[in-house]
């Protein structure tokens, strides 16, 4: 406590304490590790600093990549049929998106300790690169196979784009990280916000196109992120970090590659297990419980291995789960992150079965408003957040309303689609803005700011994992219940309405399959409307159990709000990292304007 009253201390005065901390809690005067910081207040740097090109062209960069790396999986995702129709068929077709999330996530907290290491620079023009290569294979595909190797491309370079708010972070002076955080947040309204009516666009207007207009798009964004961080984005190098005599061998001799291994193959199979269950296989089935079961394993022995070996380069400091403020704001931001992968899946498939009688555009353009308002939340709360001020009550708050409304959802029928999408809108917008504090919060609370990549990096895995388990229990939930809704009302309704019991079969099969009923025995337009409302009726008892499970995962939310440390304090003009002109100049230009 001493210590964290310490950090508090120094930090409100805007004073450097007199040790520095590690995210493990240890002091560091790194006096036998030559590692240079590069903080500075912001007054202190040169003049048009901030409207240089290398500023202005990184950041750029910073939110085409973002652009480019949600759409990776925005664009797809509610078009897998359909591309799956024209490729495939495959049963193969969900590993499209479920590649994407397992590299994201593994790759994340792996790509914040390298490039803490090594310098940042390289990997994240690389990320940029494999960007390029991932969205032309996927545009270029003629198997579902092909789709996925694209794909597994494109998550892995996702796994950089998705580390803005670390890469940014440390650019901007810490008072302006919620604004940094809303800029890059505008880039994703094309591949998150608006990604369902897109894609159903490309696929309507333009059928020569069709899909792989999707990746077109995405080869051109990536392209001009690619220019931008190799032409602008020159941060700390390796030298710079450690001294001019640092050893880049010794470094990659010390790298933790057993936790590595265990990391990666963990954290895999456990969300493979996840992601399998109730989709591609049943939750008894031996592939499920038992990638599971193996990637805990995987996990366990990764957490002890990070503990008591006594490594140089640990891949995951363990002790930086003694910061508490941190602990919450990464899981505040995955809770608010799980509404946007579980309910990008709920909503469409809510309106697809209860909201029947609307085209498939218009279908797309309701569909698009989770992402589309959870985007706005994140925009206006980077906006107005530090000019409110008392973030944590701004969690707090937003998190309590967003609960409220996903509660009221539950009250929907397949007659109140205005009701429903306008609880979802707000309750989206809610989490939204909670979230984007959280994420803010999450790199502000990391006591060292030299390891921002390491412990951002480990937030956004977990954020990622929080976020699966989310989605899992959202489709668990929905599916066990709509097992029990349907045979419970459908039958019964289609056999009063005067359907031979023996046809109740057919006519379930042709309303599943979208086959029609011109093939079912006895079938009437009285009957069809029967069998049609009960349906919807049935599925709206299923999706309301659903937003009570929500009420839970809104429930955790609110404890991780209240947990949050108060960082107002924080939001100094400190500067955690400069950048510097070129490859020949390796010289920051806070130094420059000191010559």
């Not at 894609?199 to 899909?211: D, E, K, M, T, Y």
Request: aromatic share 12%; with cysteine; charged share 15%.
């Amino acid at each position: 406590m001493a210590a964290e009253e310490e950090r508090a201390s120094s930090s409100r005065s805007g004073e450097k304490p007199a040790v520095e901390y590690t995210p493990d809690g240890m002091h560091d005067d790194r006096s036998s590790d030559h590692e240079n910081t590069f903080d500075v207040d912001a007054t202190e740097l040169p003049p048009g600093y901030f409207t240089s090109p290398f500023f202005l062209g990184t950041m750029t960069g910073i939110g085409l990549g973002l652009m480019a790396g949600v759409a990776g999986f925005g664009f797809a995702a509610p078009i897998l049929m359909l591309i799956n129709n024209d490729i495939g068929p495959d049963k193969n077709i969900a590993w499209v998106a479920l590649t994407y999330t397992l590299t994201s996530a593994v790759a994340l907290t792996i790509i914040g300790r390298v490039t803490d290491i090594f310098g940042r620079r390289w990997v994240f023009v690389g990320g940029a690169f494999l960007g390029i290569v991932g969205c032309i294979v996927a545009a270029t595909a003629q198997s579902v196979g092909a789709l996925i190797g694209g794909t597994t491309i494109i998550g892995i370079a996702a796994a950089t784009q998705l580390s803005y708010y670390y890469v940014m972070g440390e650019l901007v002076p810490m008072k302006y990280r919620l604004h940094g955080n809303a800029f890059c947040y505008a880039f994703t309204i094309p591949g998150s916000g608006l990604s369902p009516a897109i894609a159903r666009a490309f696929i309507q207007n333009h059928p020569n196109v069709s899909w792989r207009g999707c990746y077109y798009v995405l080869i051109g964004v990536n392209t001009l992120s690619f220019l931008c961080w190799f032409f602008f984005y020159h941060p700390p190098t390796f030298r710079m970090k450690h001294g001019e005599n640092a050893s880049v061998m010794k470094y990659i001799k010390n790298f933790d590659y057993v936790g590595t291994t265990l990391y990666t193959g963990g954290l895999m199979i456990v969300m493979m297990g996840l992601n399998w269950g109730g989709t591609v296989y049943a939750w008894k089935s031996a592939y499920v419980i038992g990638t599971i079961v193996a990637g805990f394993v995987g996990l366990v022995l990764f957490v002890l291995w990070e503990s008591f070996a006594k490594l140089k380069e640990p891949l995951v400091p363990m002790g930086l789960f003694k910061n508490h403020g941190w602990n919450a704001a990464t899981i505040l931001s995955g809770l608010g992150a799980s509404v946007y992968y579980a309910l990008a899946i709920v909503w469409p498939n809510m309106i697809g079965t209860m909201y029947t009688d609307m085209d498939p555009m218009t279908s797309a353009w309701y569909a698009s408003f989770v992402g589309l308002f959870i985007i706005i939340g994140e925009i206006v709360g980077g906006v107005l957040g530090k000019s409110i001020g008392h973030l944590k009550w701004q969690c707090v708050v937003t998190v309590l309303i967003s609960g409220i409304f996903f509660g009221c959802t539950a009250t929907s029928t397949p007659d109140s689609f205005k009701r429903t999408a306008t609880f979802v809108a707000l309750g989206t917008f809610a989490i939204g803005w909670a979230e984007s504090l959280a994420i803010t919060i999450v790199t502000i609370s990391v006591w060292d700011q030299t390891k921002l990549g390491s412990a951002s990096g480990v937030a956004g895995s977990i954020r990622f994992f929080i976020a699966s388990i989310a989605s899992t229990i959202y489709n668990v939930v929905l599916n066990n219940r709509l097992a029990k809704t349907i045979p419970a009302r459908v039958p019964s309704a289609l056999v009063e309405a005067g359907l031979p019991s023996s046809s109740v079969a057919d006519f379930m099969t042709g309303l599943t399959t979208g086959a029609g009923f011109a093939d079912v025995k006895g079938i009437t337009d009285s009957i069809i409307a029967t069998g049609v409302r009960a349906f919807k009726e049935a599925n709206a008892e299923a999706y309301r159990t659903v937003f009570f499970v929500s009420i839970a995962m809104s429930g955790l939310a609110l404890i991780s709000a209240l947990l949050l440390p108060n960082v107002d304090d924080m939001l100094t003009g400190k500067v955690a990292s400069t950048l510097h002109k070129s490859l020949k100049d390796e010289k920051p230009l806070k130094e420059e304007n000191a010559v």
